[in-house]
């Protein structure tokens, strides 16, 4: 293990959830073809006037309000000057002097641990145009300029590529569960930028920056490959240049792309065609209502009804099945049963369809139909895996389902221990198994039971009267 102290600091930009771009009425939309969702704003004629989208004010606040920040009530933005062919006004509209948050934080949890990870500050600004090299050639896509976004800046508290991935996936989840982005980092609506630097004592080492990480998991592979190179250097006895750096997926390694600007190359000033922005208490508190159950308390409330904590996970890795599952939290159902067939049949029919699970036919009362049969033995797995395509595409209750099908379940017990006799006699070595300790016999005659009466058996009560015969 290394000797050398990681010191790490986040930016992250996520674009909102806003129907129109930020200074200008285009569509703010992903996946239209090139240079279609564009204006004369956009493409920065000239002349052109930027008008601010409130709404973007409203989703930056509630981003700033679920990561604990202090909410500057007067704010404005500013220019932030620099020539590069995706920003054709020369200037990029962001808040340098008066973001709309400041001192805030998250919780995250590695391995057990949990740790308070700063906000230095989340400011909005405006996104620039996409470029696309090719060969010789490179090509912009103005589809992407004026997209709001919020940009949130970390204090340097992580130190391990671990918290880095944790802190990255705590910061999608919540803006996911708030509505604030889509956090769809393969479209590059959550881009992640990562400063680090390494020293064997307290002081700060060099830092880099490592710019547009793809992914969750290469946000902790570009942080071990750019810890190793700057250790390299430093034990050769050479020195860390402040520079921005890619790191490269295939070749799995940082690669420079520039030494770093400072902060006065920018040459900031207050954006003149903006007025300020003021907000009050009333607007503040309003935003904070809006904010809907966030996935620490989804987790919270599935935990306590017993789901395990792997399976709160996995739902709320799936928003549409958090939301669809949270319907029946004041209902007298099984959450267990319920969250295990999400995850389970239900999901598996998601997947292979491609619908949501909100477009089926599954209703509200369906759901719960079958939730309370599957709690009462009336109905199996395999009964509900031979009704589920109903379930989810035709109109008909459970019941109907059921007696369409012809599906019998047998659930008197003065029958099942008719055939569980019947099977007893015909295996007696397995039974002999069981008395002498070996309990995985009783698996085999559950089994031979199941296979018997084609598993229309109830298999808790056939469970239950299997082992009254066998201890008799």
């Known amino acids: 293990m290394s000797d050398y102290k990681k010191t790490i600091g986040i930016e992250i930009h996520c674009e909102l959830n806003s129907n129109t771009k930020i200074f200008s009425n285009s569509v703010n939309g992903y996946g239209k073809t090139a240079n279609s969702n564009v204006n004369v704003i956009d493409l920065g004629y000239p002349g052109t006037l930027p008008t601010l989208n409130m709404e973007v004010i409203r989703l930056a606040l509630k981003a700033a309000l679920i990561l604990n920040c202090e909410i500057n009530k007067e704010m404005h933005f500013d220019r932030k000057n620099y020539f590069y062919p995706d920003n054709p006004k020369n200037y990029q509209i962001t808040q340098f002097e008066t973001p709309i948050g400041v001192n805030g934080w998250v919780e995250i949890e590695v391995n057990g641990e949990k740790k308070k990870i700063r906000i230095h500050d989340i400011h909005i600004e405006e996104d620039t145009c996409k470029s696309i090299h090719y060969k010789h050639h490179s090509f912009l896509d103005f589809n992407r300029a004026g997209v709001p976004l919020v940009e949130i800046v970390t204090e340097a508290d992580i130190n391990s590529s671990e918290e880095a991935m944790a802190y990255v996936e705590k910061l999608r989840e919540l803006f996911l569960y ?10 590059g609506s959550m881009r992640c930028d990562v400063n680090i630097s390494i020293s064997k004592t307290d002081e700060w080492g060099t830092r880099a920056e490592i710019k547009n990480i793809g992914s969750i998991s290469n946000v902790g592979r570009a942080i071990e490959k750019e810890a190793e190179r700057q250790e390299r250097l430093i034990e050769n006895g050479e020195s860390v240049v402040f520079a921005t750096y890619r790191y490269d997926e295939k070749e799995d390694k940082t690669i420079m792309m520039r030494v770093k600007e400072a902060g006065n190359d920018y040459r900031y000033f207050p954006e003149p065609d903006i007025p300020f922005v003021v907000i009050d208490d009333e607007f503040i508190e309003d935003v904070r209502k809006s904010i809907p159950m966030l996935a620490s308390e989804r987790r919270e409330k599935y935990v306590e009804a017993g789901i395990s904590t792997l399976n709160a996970n996995k739902i709320i890795q799936n928003r549409s099945l958090s939301n669809y599952l949270n319907r029946f939290l004041d209902k007298n159902i099984d959450l267990v049963v319920a969250s295990n067939i999400l995850l389970g049949d239900i999901a598996g029919y998601l997947n292979k369809t491609g619908v949501e699970i909100d477009t089926t036919k599954l209703t ?21 895996k031979d009704i589920l ?3 989810m595409e035709s109109d008909s209750s459970v019941e109907e389902i059921i007696s369409s099908k012809g599906i019998k379940i047998i659930s008197d017990p003065n029958e099942l221990k008719n055939i569980i006799s019947t ?31 084609k598993g229309s058996a109830n298999p808790e009560l056939v469970n239950k009267l299997l082992e009254e015969e066998l201890n008799k």
């Open 178 to 187: 708030a509505d604030v982005s889509d956090c769809k980092i393969e479209e």
């Open 364 to 384: 509200e009362e369906k759901f719960i139909s079958v939730v309370s049969k599957l709690t009462s033995g009336d109905i199996n797995s395999k009964v509900f």
């Open 389 to 391: 395509e109903d379930l």
């Open 423 to 453: 099977i007893l006699s015909n295996n007696e070595a397995s039974v002999l198994d069981y008395k002498s300790g070996n309990t995985r016999a009783i698996k085999f005659l559950m089994g031979q039971i199941m296979k018997e009466t």
